[in-house]
């Protein structure tokens, strides 16, 4: 959208005009200034709702575009049954268009989603202080700018609130209603009325940059970014470590090319001068991008490349990587050593067990070794009865598994993969000993989540046959391992391991000799940012939660997960990424240090961020 058009002055500011403010109900003709996709979206929505709306943009060429998309969106929801054809042609009738914004003068409620520019957006709403009626409100959907600015800025600061949809609009369940330190209470409860009319979720959240959701998310962009920037793993080994490890619906490279990436540094800008934090400060390959006009999606390139401007279909590239033979260059594994009796020990042997690998499952004790072998049994048993194996599956699964009590049961294995504490002592003494008893050319793979492979590698003579293969929780469901590669590992010990993955169905990503590694190392932050905000007392707990799930599409929300995975396990992780690192905004939130010491450790211990029933 350029420039509005209006004419006349600023109406004069009412006493009682907060108390002029329309209740919910009232809501009933609505402008949309600005018909790029998110504008057109929110149109969607408040059509179906059976509002008159009015799409507002300088544009024609936009406004045809909403018009073509708003009757192919239509006509999709009369073939999938949610609409009856009579109630799409009634829907369409209630929109129309226009270049002007003097057309917004009739409504209740005006909804601005014009480019992130603060002088564009205080223009239309200077023009719209001349037109709109005294009750009228004025939303913004700004998720970077600030909204309490805007507010100051206009002639009516009582009426101004941000609402912020999320793309795309009809689909995504969250709503973030931004209130400023001048916005009425009234204008707050009428514009949540509507949205909870709408089908979706508000969350009130006060005025900063990224409020809740992309507050949380955009930081987390940014380190991916940086991460691709820095060469540490592959566009594609990123994204599919997040998608496979966390179980989000799009990687982190993807989303900003789906966001925009000329959108997302002006997010992250408005973030740093807000923030300070230098995690929020864009990196300098999004700039390089945006100047380049390579904005994601809508430009045809981004971080990938696709079919043309607009196309979500992503082709190959000069990034791309190549298809290599890795079972040709690795060496031959046709027996597996797992050491360990606890769930990830007892879950990798299972992983490798139906794959079809003889394994021996090696414990401290014979009775350990029996027990994570009848753990192994069970979760067999659930799968057969939940019909994911035959019974005669499960029966050479389990037969493949042979418990022992001592390591030098791993004298003959080709492949010896670690599953103990989380102590780097522990496993060096362990390696120490796998370096006696394997034979030579044995691949040794520790699967630490956070901590120095290549320490752990010295404590061997053979530091060139140790890679780290770290398996995810619950390691039968979770596809992703994450292949770590020190400086002193072996090409062909490292294509051993890719070529184990590919036969036990695990999905590889490579990954260099630092803390955290892909997952871990763009999780915990975000982890950590959240806890900050409860922590500043921005949001709630339940609706920083609600937020991620309804606006960010995660499985679960931070405080759930954390209280999943363990808040010491949580902070122990966060304190060896701010050892490595040392960036001041990777330092753990004082709370979840105090929630440690208190002995408050999640799930497990009834407690965390919240209470559960003890069992």
């Known amino acids: 959208m350029d420039r509005p058009r209006s004419n006349g002055a600023h109406p004069a500011s009412t006493p009682d005009a907060s108390s002029q403010l329309p209740p919910a109900t009232s809501l009933r003709t609505v402008a949309v200034v600005g018909l790029g996709t998110m504008g057109t979206g929110i149109t969607e929505l408040l059509i179906r709702a059976g509002r008159e709306v009015t799409g507002i943009d300088v544009d024609p ?16 929801a009369v073939e999938r049954g949610r609409v009856t054809e009579e109630e799409r042609r009634a829907a369409l009738a209630r929109f129309r268009t226009s270049e002007d914004l003097r057309d917004a003068a009739g409504a209740d409620l005006v909804i601005e989603v014009v480019p992130e520019d603060y002088a564009l957006k205080l223009e239309v709403f200077t023009a719209l202080d001349a037109v709109v009626r005294p009750d009228a409100i004025l939303a913004t959907g700004t998720n970077a700018l600030s909204v309490t600015r805007l507010a100051a800025d206009s002639a009516r600061p009582e009426r101004v609130l941000g609402l912020h949809f999320f793309n795309p609009a009809p689909a995504m369940k969250l709503v973030e209603v931004v209130s400023s330190v001048l916005t009425a209470p009234s204008a707050v409860a009428a514009v949540t009325g509507l949205a909870r009319e709408l089908g979706k979720e508000p969350v009130a959240v006060g005025d900063r940059p990224g409020c809740v959701a992309d507050g949380l998310l955009f930081g987390y962009l940014n380190q991916a970014a940086a991460m691709y920037e820095a060469r540490y793993a592959t566009r ?42 230098r995690l929020h400060a864009p990196a300098p390959v999004l700039g390089q991008l945006a100047a380049a ?3 994601g999606r809508k430009a ?90 035959t019974a005669e599956q499960r029966d050479a699964a389990l037969a493949a598994v042979t418990p022992a009590g001592t390591l030098d049961a791993l004298a003959e294995v080709d492949l010896a993969v670690e599953a103990v504490a989380e102590d780097l002592r522990v496993k060096q003494q362990l390696f120490t000993t796998l370096d006696k008893v394997c034979r030579p050319g044995a691949v040794l793979a520790t699967t630490t989540s956070s901590l120095p492979v290549v320490a752990i590698a010295r404590a061997t003579s053979r530091p060139q046959d140790v890679v780290g293969m770290h398996f995810f929780n619950p390691a039968p469901a979770m596809k992703l391992v994450e292949v770590v590669r020190t400086v002193l590992t072996a090409g062909d010990a490292h294509a051993t391991v890719r070529a184990v993955c590919a036969r036990i169905r695990k999905h590889p990503v490579d990954c260099g000799d630092r803390a955290g590694f892909i997952v871990n190392a763009l999780l915990f932050p975000y982890l950590n940012n959240a806890i900050k905000m409860v922590q500043d007392h921005y949001a709630s ?75």
Request: include cysteine; charge should be negative; hydrophobic fraction near 45%.
């Open 61 to 76: 060429a936009a406004a045809a575009r909403a018009v073509a998309a708003l009757e192919s969106a239509t006509a999709r």
């Open 236 to 277: 594609e080994d990123i994204d599919a470590a997040m998608r496979l490890g966390c179980g989000l619906p799009m990687g982190p490279l993807a989303l900003l090319d789906l966001i925009g990436i000329d959108t997302a540094r002006t997010v992250l800008e408005a973030m740093y001068a807000a923030s300070g934090d």
């Open 293 to 295: 006009g390579l904005t």
């Open 300 to 389: 045809g390139r981004g971080f990938y490349t696709y079919e043309g401007p607009g196309s979500a279909t992503v082709v190959a590239d000069d990034r791309t990587p190549a298809a290599a033979d890795e079972a040709a260059a690795g060496r031959p594994v046709t027996s597996v050593g797992v050491v360990g009796s606890g769930t990830m020990a007892s879950g990798i042997a299972e992983v490798f067990a139906k794959a079809g690998y003889p394994v021996v499952l090696a414990a401290r004790s014979q009775e350990k070794a029996d027990a994570a072998k009848e753990r192994i049994a069970g979760s067999l048993a659930r799968s057969v009865a939940k019909g994911r194996m």
């Open 541 to 615: 707990l339940d609706e920083i939660d609600a937020a991620m799930k309804l606006g960010g599409g995660y499985p679960m929300g931070p405080f759930e997960l954390l209280d999943v995975v363990g808040l010491d396990v949580s902070l122990a992780i966060e304190r060896v990424l701010h050892q490595e690192f040392r960036e001041p905004g990777l330092a753990p939130a004082p709370l979840l240090e105090h929630l440690v010491a208190a002995g408050c450790l999640g799930r497990k211990t009834g407690r965390g961020f919240r209470e559960y029933a003890r069992r």
